[in-house]
Structure formats: C-alpha cells, structure tokens
C-alpha cells in the first residue's frame, strides 16, 4: 500500500508534536511515538496461518496483514514471536509492543486486559479425529476419549464454558503444541480428538489426510488483532480505521486469495493419491526437476507440482489431444523447444521447466510475483493468446489485468460466446487454466512442506496402500493461500 499524502502530512505533524514533546510542553501519544520511532513491534506466532519464513523471507496472513498496517502508517514492522499465547498476552504489557496478530478468536474473559480490533476474519472451532475410528457427531461423544488442546487457547475457553452443561466433559491442556503437532498426535493414535479453528485446519487438512472433521464444535466466531487495554486510544483509532480502508479498496481480499485461494482444490481422496504417488515415484525424478529448475530460474517443487498435474510423473503418459510426456508436451512445442523425445522423462520436464519459464518471462513487466509465475501457468495450459483476451476482458470490466485474483474470474468467460465474440482468439475451455493453477498451487504446498518437516519420499507404504487403485480425483467448487512452512 502507498504511503499517501495525508499520511505524510500526518507524519510531518506528529514529528513535530514529537519535537515539542521533548522540550517538556506535551506528551506524545503512542501512535505519535510510533511514528517518531519509524517501526511498529507486533507480537505473533509461528505457524501456518500467522508467520513463518520461506525461501523469500518472512511471509504468513497475519504478517501480510501488519506489515500492510505498517505501510499505511510509514514505518517499519518489527516482529516479535511468542512460544505460547500465555507468553504472547504478556507481551502485550510491554511498553514497546504495540499489538498482537495471531489469528486470535475474540474472547470476552479477555475484555479486562485486552481490546480486540474489527474483525477481519471469521472462523468456527472444529472437533478433529481419526478417520477410520468412530466419528464423534456432538460433545457428549468426547467423554470417553482422549481431548488435548493448546492451554489458555480459545479452545480451552470454549470447553470450559461447554462444562456447565456437560459436567462429565475432561480434556487436557499444554502450552507446548502447536496445531501441526496436535493434528500429527490425532493422525498418529496418541490422542482421538483436538480442536483446530476451521482456517487453520482448512490450510493444514492435505498434509493430514488420515484426518477430519468430527463437527463444529462453535459456529462462525470473529478474529482479530488485540491490543493491550489503555486509555490512550491513538493506536487503536489509527487500526481502525485501517480495516475500513482495506474493506473497500480490497486489500484483505488479496491477503485472503494469496493465502486461502487455492485450498479447496485437494479433498481427502486427492491428497491420500498425491501422498501415495509422491512416495512411489518422485524420487526417481527429483534431481531431473532440480537440475531444470536451477537451469532456468524456477522451484523445483512448483516444476514438479506441475508435471504431477499434468501427468502424475508418468513419463509415457498421453491425452487424447495428442500431448505426451512427463510434462504433456504437444508435438509443436517440443520441436520448438528443442525436445527430440518427450518420452524421455529429462527432455520433457527440461523442455515443460523452458517453456514456463519463457512465457514468465514474456508476461508484462507490471504483473509482479506471485500473479506473474499463476498467469504463465495458466498460459501453459490454456494458451499466451487465451491468457491475454482473458486479461483484457478482466480490464474492459473494471477488473486488475495484474493480478491473479481477478483473471481467474474472466477466464471460465472464454466459454461463453458472448464473452469470446468479444476476443482476439476465440473459444477456450477457460475453467481448465483455472483449476489447473489452483491444483499446481495445492501440490506445491505440500511438497514444499514435505521438504520443511523432512519427509522422506522413499519411505515405504503398506502393501494395500501400494495396491490401492488411482480414484480420480474430485475437485472442490468453492476455490477459495502461500505455502505454509514450520
């Protein structure tokens, strides 16, 4: 976001209340100290849907978020991380921090010590078990399992305020598990069921397959940012109005889209395929996709999202249109690419890395990343031609030619004739590219988190896991994220 003009004036203002505060006539509010001191400390956790870093830095929703509140007010963000939500409520009594973001659910028993912003967010608590144990449908269903949760967490709240009415209800508690660790516990037998709030899960779910939702344990509740109670009202006022201003000009939609867009794409019976295929058959490829990435400026685990896309890295795979290989490469392309055989697995993931990477490349220079890498994806399955009318299309309706988020909402227009009359190239299946990047996006979430928490493609699966039959994979219709990484 700019910094605009009227937050410059405001700037040059408080520098000077600032100035006139240090001769002793007035006392700086916080957001005059703030802006003085030029950076703002949030306190977060790190996790999936909060903070964490990748391969580009720090990244996360609720990082994306404050540092657009930096932005808007011109100064730097400063992060600080909190094991525990013990520890980060405390924090909230330094003098130095400002707020916390941590997808935190608005709790009345904290109205005493915190304030709670608008929400930008609403989320419900779910009952997470074991597929393939008996599935709990209400609470009295949890009585005789084994509940865990995050202590001093919402959820803890939530079952303390359910006790009244069911008085039988236990469950234990510890500051020392984070979400991925109480989903591992439940997919791995230790306990039967935890809570996980439904964003959280949402993100996490194809990483977990063995996983899933019991019920709703709450219905829809608001998350928000909270700052630490006090009468100076300056900090608060200024978020405030910040929320209003992201409402209307659609910053939090593209917060929401980079992080939550993709998520729907791999349900339980895709994720349990991909889990299965990248055990058998990925390691036989992945020093090819790294070689290829390297050589032309890519990730390897976006090349090999693709190519399972394409072909569930099956190197003689065929469609009915006549493209072939690892990476579905039609005859055309390959012999413009310089692919004699795109059977061979190295040519093709060599030649499918070398077109993508020109036709990033060949994307306008005002289509910045992460929209520039979707929209050359999009292209490689649907066309430059088609991906540009799109775009156009996109603009003529007031829509950001720029940027994913948009374009992916023109492109199912290509197959409609009063839509594609209007275009340079006509028909295409344009739901297609849709699903296709939003698919690239999901595998490559999980390879990346495979990576993270050094899980080893080689090891082995059962048998009947082995014998399993490739269902075909059914696709969400709501596409609704950033890889998360630990």
Known sequence: MKFSFKHFTTHLLVSLLCLLALTGSVLPNKIEKILNQGEIVVVTRNSPTTYFEDNVGETGYEYELAKSFADYLGVNLVIKQADTLEELYAYLNQKNVAFAAASLTVRPDKNESVRFSTPYMQVSQQIIYRRGTLRPKQVTDLINGKLLVTSDSSHSYQLRQMQNDVPELSWSESPDYATVELLQMVADGEIDYTIVDSNEFEMLQAYYPNVGIGFDLTGVQPLAWAFPQSPDNSLFEEAQSFFRDVQTNGLLLEIEERFYGHLGQLNY???????????????????????AAQQYDLDWRLLAAMSYQESHWNPRARSFTGVRGMMMLTLRTAKELGVKNRLDPKQSIFGGAKYLAKLRKRM?????????????????NVGYGHLTDARKLTKLDGGDSTRWMDVKDYLPRLSQKRYYKQ?????????????????IRRYFDVLVWNEANNVNNNNALTETELAIEDAPMQLSANVRVIPPLL
């Open 364 to 380: 306008p220079d005002n289509i910045a990343e992460p929209d520039r890498t979707w929209m050359a994806l999009a292209a490689y």
């Open 269 to 291: 019976a895709g994720a349990k395929r991909f889990k299965r295929q990248t055990h058998k058959k990925l390691n036989k490829y992945d020093e090819i996709f790294q070689q």
């Open 423 to 439: 275009t340079r190239h006509g028909y295409a299946r344009g739901n297609e590219p849709v699903s296709y990047v939003q698919n």
